[in-house]
């Protein structure tokens, strides 16, 4: 089976500008989480989803914000960036059944200028 | 609520060495608890994990973990360490009974001497 694939890999953005970054999770996984990934603050859960409705989110402001497809595929969206948002964005998808065990893809790297 | 603590942000051993990465958790409820490594400029890969079954959990890469409750700790073993093994390791905890909502410890990078 092929891996939780994320896309872009590596990204370099604006403060004030907007990005969306995509994860295709593993064929069958219907549930997707996303974490922010920094040096100082280390892996912080921003949300999951599951059957397209987000079932638990973490402690980010509003700008953050992501949703699921029937494919399950997911996005997630910042808005107005800031230079603290720069960060290794990673998505992991669950087996049914497992919702625990994360299969993690290898991130986007967004970087704000 | 849930937290998880790592003893130590770098870990040196030297290759054939044994390997002992800490990891101490509390949670309110049962939890479930796993390692994950991360090698540079990639993601997460699932080391392995406790689900309230045997207590001394077998992963991949010849690594092992033990779920000790009284001592609420799920320390990382390794009997003999390769210069593959130089990572960053990750312990997390989800608490069980719903809820979902995984806390990632610090990370430990794990140095490797020849």
């Known amino acids: 089976k092929a891996g939780v694939t994320q896309t872009p890999r590596y990204l370099i953005k604006t403060r004030g500008q907007q990005v969306t970054l995509s994860c295709s999770p593993i064929?069958?996984?219907?549930?997707v989480s996303w974490y922010q990934q920094t040096p100082g603050q280390g892996l912080q859960f921003l949300f999951e989803?599951?059957?397209?409705?987000?079932?638990n989110k973490g402690n980010f402001p509003g700008r953050f914000s992501g949703r699921q497809f029937s494919n399950s595929r997911s996005e997630m969206n910042v808005s107005t960036l800031e230079l603290g948002d720069s960060a290794l964005y990673l998505c992991a998808s669950s087996p049914p059944g497992q919702p625990y065990e994360q299969y993690f893809g290898p991130g986007t790297r967004l970087t704000v200028t | 609520a849930q937290s998880v603590t790592q003893l130590g942000s770098h870990v040196s051993v030297s290759e054939g060495a044994l390997v002992l990465l800490r990891c101490n958790y509390s949670s309110s409820v049962p939890p479930y608890l796993f390692w994950y490594v991360q090698y540079p400029n990639q993601g997460l890969q699932l080391l392995l994990k406790?689900?309230?079954?045997?207590?001394l959990v077998k992963g991949i890469n010849g690594f092992e973990a033990e779920f000790k409750k009284s001592e609420t700790s799920f320390h990382l073993t390794k009997p003999s360490a390769h210069m593959s093994d130089a990572a960053e390791y990750f312990c997390a905890v989800t608490p069980g009974g719903g809820g979902f909502k995984t806390i990632f410890g610090a990370g430990t990078r794990l140095f490797v001497k020849a």
């Open positions: 406790y689900t309230s079954a045997a207590t």
């Open positions: 989803y599951f059957s397209e409705t987000q079932r």
């Open positions: 064929s069958g996984h219907r549930s």
